[in-house]
């Protein structure tokens, strides 16, 4: 279904994971295809994702289109962690959010005091990713496994509060990042937890630097106003009150004026002003071809 009643956008900010391609493995040559015309156009593109470049069409997103179309595509990665531009068609980092190794390593020991506290409490068992560059992923269930849909699958959070249930943790995921927060007060550190049911992730950064940062970056270039953008994603849905998916981070005190649109099935409450679509990845690129051909 093509959205042809939707105005014609001069930024549009989307997530990569489940709303542009099913999955990180998944061809990216649809999605390319619905960009083209809009960076043809001089219309800005924002992919603002958890991941990394290496995960972006396989760390080949360049390749597709032309410098002069790449003039108009920006990456906003790593949960605030990376913010890049193209110059010459090139891609380079104009301003990162990456921790010093002394920040790193604390945000590894609150993460791991949060492990402990969930053990020692609840008998609660959690495995941690500690890899990512200024993050760590705190997986909550992990025998439930995503494949390569790393995007919030449709019975996780029911499983989740189920989980909570049976192990007494009666408050819940916002009980959860409150625990982040006062850990990390603990390590005078401010840390910014987010979830999606199946993770909790904390790091010093989230998608919110991401959209306020190249928001600022393009606002520099063309007067960019809050209301001619769209912000596009599938994890905007509520694992419980007033704790909603990593895209919702993308609605910060600049960007809240913009249009919101999600594309999961997932029932649940989403923050206000985000239009419940539906459809997925294909309703995402309907809405790219749409907009490719408004003038």
């Not at 493995?25 to 960009?35: I, L, N, S, T």
């Not at 609840?122 to 990713?129: L, N």
């Not at 981070?249 to 002003?273: A, H, L, Q, Y």
């Amino acid at each position: 279904m093509i959205l042809k009643n939707y105005k014609k956008y001069r930024a549009i900010f989307f997530d990569w994971d489940g709303t542009a391609v099913l999955s990180r493995k998944a061809p990216a040559e649809e999605a390319v295809r619905a960009m083209k015309p809009l960076l043809g156009q001089g219309t800005k593109l924002v992919i603002v994702s958890g991941t990394t470049m290496e995960n972006i069409a396989d760390g080949e997103i360049g390749r597709y289109f032309t410098a002069q179309e790449l003039d108009h595509l920006y990456l906003g990665l790593g949960r605030g962690a990376f913010n890049y531009a193209f110059r010459e068609g090139s891609p380079y980092v104009f301003r990162d959010m990456l921790p010093d190794r002394d920040c790193l390593e604390k945000i590894h020991r609150i993460c791991f005091e949060i492990h402990m506290e969930l053990k020692k409490r609840y008998d609660f068992d959690t495995d941690i990713v500690f890899s990512r560059p200024n993050y760590c992923k705190i997986d909550l269930m992990p025998e439930a496994l995503r494949g390569d849909n790393l995007f919030m699958q449709e019975n996780e959070l029911e499983i989740l509060k189920e989980s909570f249930r049976r192990h007494g943790i009666a408050d819940g995921l916002k009980g959860l990042t409150e625990l982040a927060v006062s850990i990390g007060r603990e390590y005078g550190m401010a840390v910014k937890p987010t979830c999606d049911a199946k993770y909790l992730e904390v790091g010093i950064s989230s998608k919110s630097d991401n959209a306020d940062t190249i928001f600022e970056k393009i606002e520099e270039d063309i007067s960019l106003k809050a209301q001619e953008c769209a912000f596009w994603g599938d994890e905007f849905v509520g694992a419980e009150e007033g704790i909603y998916g990593s895209d919702s981070f993308m609605i910060t005190g600049k960007t809240r004026g913009g249009d919101f649109f999600d594309v999961s099935d997932v029932g649940g409450e989403r923050p206000d002003g985000v239009v419940r679509l539906g459809g997925g990845v294909e309703r995402f690129l309907d809405f790219l071809r749409d907009q490719g051909q408004k003038e």
